[in-house]
């Protein structure tokens, strides 16, 4: 059940995500304002909004123009509801989350389960956004770096004796994850990998464990060169092609995060 739950309103934040992804690209309010078609602008409806329903219902177009409504929305939709459940699933079980115990929304371990959420959501949007426009929107990294870096600094404060392996050390990773991106983007000229894919690990720094860091770049580069390779095979992409790069960063850090305990055995 509180898996359930949990995919659920992962599913209606989803929704809220693909309008932040929307909005930062045409530089709109991303909180205030109804949303509307991209293709008549036509002003949607509440039955026009309910997450992956409506989308079932209308069939992939719009109501009104009938025009085809891109598959982002409904995959940022499960997607956003994937990572609710497995946040929750790593942080709670079903006796310590309940309506009964309710009052554990005060605990740190809700606070963290929230910061979790935000930063994989940012994660997501960052993902989506480079992936359509091959770009790296600085609205979403550098709260997302605040954060975190807030985040760990308050859990040193709450957990004094663990100081360097809560607030040190993932600084020190991110300060390290910076500098490797950068001398490739500095080197290549930026051709290799854009400013953004830096600043974006520096993020991942921050967030995963330090020695998890290293896995989840090793990923990254892995599943980007075999995409790369099977596009090229299809004649889809050439040596001379820009490929987005945030998907895969995001992709091995996600793997990581999720399968965090399996790379506690390889390191351990």
């Not at 409506?54 to 509801?81: A, D, M, N, W």
């Not at 480079?130 to 600085?138: A, L, N, T």
Request: aromatic content about 22%.
């Amino acid at each position: 059940m509180m898996l359930l739950s949990s995919f659920l309103f992962g599913l209606i934040f989803g929704s809220f995500l693909n309008v932040v992804i929307h909005r930062l690209k045409t530089r709109q309010n991303v909180i205030f304002g109804g949303s509307s078609c991209p293709k008549c602008q036509t002003k949607l409806k509440w039955h026009d909004l309910v997450p992956l329903l409506s989308f079932i219902y209308l069939r992939g177009r719009c109501r009104y123009c009938r025009k085809k409504i891109s598959r982002q929305y409904p995959i940022v939709e499960i997607l956003s509801g994937l990572i609710w459940a497995g946040v929750f699933y790593q942080n709670f079980n079903n006796s310590q989350f309940s309506i009964l115990n309710f009052q554990s929304i005060f605990n740190f371990q809700f606070l963290n389960a929230g910061y979790e959420i935000f930063i994989l959501s940012v994660f997501l949007i960052v993902a989506v956004y480079d992936f359509k426009w091959k770009i790296i929107p600085d609205k979403a990294v550098y709260p997302a770096i605040a954060v975190s870096f807030f985040y760990n600094a308050f859990s040193a404060f709450k957990f004094q004796n663990e100081t360097m392996e809560i607030f040190i050390y993932p600084l020190l990773a991110a300060v390290i994850a910076f500098l490797f991106f950068f001398l490739i983007y500095y080197f290549s000229k930026g051709n290799a990998m854009g400013f953004g894919d830096v600043k974006l690990a520096f993020l991942i720094g921050l967030f995963l464990p330090p020695f998890s860091v290293f896995f989840a770049f090793t990923l990254a580069f892995i599943i980007g060169a075999v995409f790369g390779i099977i596009l090229m095979l299809f004649g889809k992409k050439t040596l001379k092609s820009q490929i987005a790069f945030a998907p895969f960063l995001v992709l091995g850090a996600v793997i990581v995060f999720f399968f965090q305990n399996f790379i506690d055995l390889l390191i351990f």
